[in-house]
């Protein structure tokens, strides 16, 4: 765990204080706050499935064993958000754990492997890790963290521990395997391939806005 410097990034970035109003100054409709929370289910589902998927073809133990932790990490994520989606008469929860958006669906089939016949995007050990440590993870936590400054202290409070916890184990995620990347980025080659791949990537997502989820306007 992160301990002290994340709680000092929260603060930083202007997260929820005791002295914070008790509406966030971008709380949801109930409906809208629901979908979000179905999306982070998703997503976190998806990681989930895609880094298993990554484990049984990964050749280099030290990510085998990362993609085999923070799948499992992904799959509690998701189960938390199950337990955090609000429940709904007027709507049916299958309609509300979907993609956020064309652009993360199409990124995560990205690097589960594309479609049928094509190469995966995700590429080996190095591409994998770019791209979890340098697209997915920074967008996890930039997200998570929105919604934390957004949130209502009170009357959210069981999605803020939430958010919280999460972020807490987004920023380990994201420490290992950005370690793990400067740990194979050992030649002027290397450098680009790496720029190259993150930019591929960047580009499925050009135009959504900070993080995965876009916040409801």
């Known amino acids: 765990m992160v301990g002290e410097p994340f709680e000092a990034m929260t603060l930083a970035v ?3 204080t005791a002295e914070s109003s008790a509406a966030g100054p971008g709380a949801l409709a109930l409906e809208e706050h629901a979908r979000v929370i179905g999306s982070y289910q998703w997503i976190e589902r998806r990681l989930f499935e895609v880094l298993g998927g990554w484990v049984t073809s990964e050749p280099v133990a030290e990510a085998q064993l990362v993609f085999d932790i923070y799948s499992q990490q992904h799959a509690w ?7 955090r989606l609000p429940v709904l ?3 049916d929860p299958a309609t ?4 956020p958006s064309v652009e993360v669906d199409k990124l995560l089939g990205m690097l589960a492997g594309g479609a049928p016949g094509q190469a995966p995007a995700a590429g080996g050990t190095l591409l994998r890790l770019v791209a979890l440590a340098r697209v997915v993870l920074p967008r996890l936590i930039a997200g998570y963290g929105l919604h934390l400054r957004r949130a209502a202290p009170v009357a959210d409070g069981p999605v803020v521990r939430s958010l919280r916890l999460v972020m807490r184990d987004e920023i380990e995620a994201w ?4 370690t793990l990347v400067q740990t194979l980025v050992d030649r002027p080659h ?3 391939v790496v720029t190259a791949h993150q930019q591929i990537l960047e580009e499925v997502l050009a135009g959504i806005g900070p993080g995965l989820v876009p916040w409801p306007h």
């Open 190 to 192: 290397d450098i680009a």
């Open 14 to 16: 202007g997260g929820p």
């Open 175 to 178: 420490q290992a395997t950005e």
């Open 96 to 99: 509300l754990t979907l993609p």
């Open 89 to 91: 008469e007027s709507l």
């Open 77 to 83: 994520h998701a189960e938390l958000w199950a337990e």
